[in-house]
């Protein structure tokens, strides 16, 4: 399953992501990791979450975060949610390419029985058709 989160700055995006994570960590079964851009979720989330810095490992664009999310999930098949912060931030503003990313996503998340929860600055009546179904 996923979700998107998208709005623009200002609107919440990040507080309804922490409380979704914070809630996860209490009744998930498995693992919780949550992709952020930059270091600034360390002292909101609870410390069972793994928190991965995309800027530590040059993730600039969508295949190499597919490429991340790929190699978590081969090293640990007991992940159950994946939070990804401001997407944009880490593979740019690219509406087309965010959602090809988010579409990935949805297929990826089935396939391996996980939830994929993404942030998106932007505005929701923008998104696609497809995407609109996952807000």
Not at 17 to 22: A, G, L, T, Y
Not at 30 to 40: F, R, S
Not at 104 to 119: D, R
Request: net charge negative; proline share 1%.
């Amino acid at each position: 399953m996923i979700n998107v989160i998208m709005g623009l700055k200002g609107s919440g995006k990040t507080k309804k992501m922490i409380d979704s994570i914070n809630e996860a960590v209490a009744s998930a079964s498995g693992d919780v990791v949550c992709i952020e851009y930059g270091k600034k979720l360390t002292y909101d989330v609870s410390y069972r979450v793994r928190l991965v810095d995309s800027q530590e490992y040059g993730i600039s664009n969508p295949d190499m975060l597919k490429g991340l999310l790929s190699g978590l999930h081969a090293g640990n098949f007991d992940i159950t949610n994946v939070y990804i912060d401001n997407l944009y931030k880490t593979i740019g503003k690219d509406r087309a390419a965010g959602e090809d990313f988010i579409l990935w996503c949805a297929a990826f998340a089935e396939a391996n029985n996980m939830n994929i929860t993404v942030t998106v600055s932007d505005d929701p009546a923008l998104a696609g058709d497809e995407v609109k179904k996952y807000l």
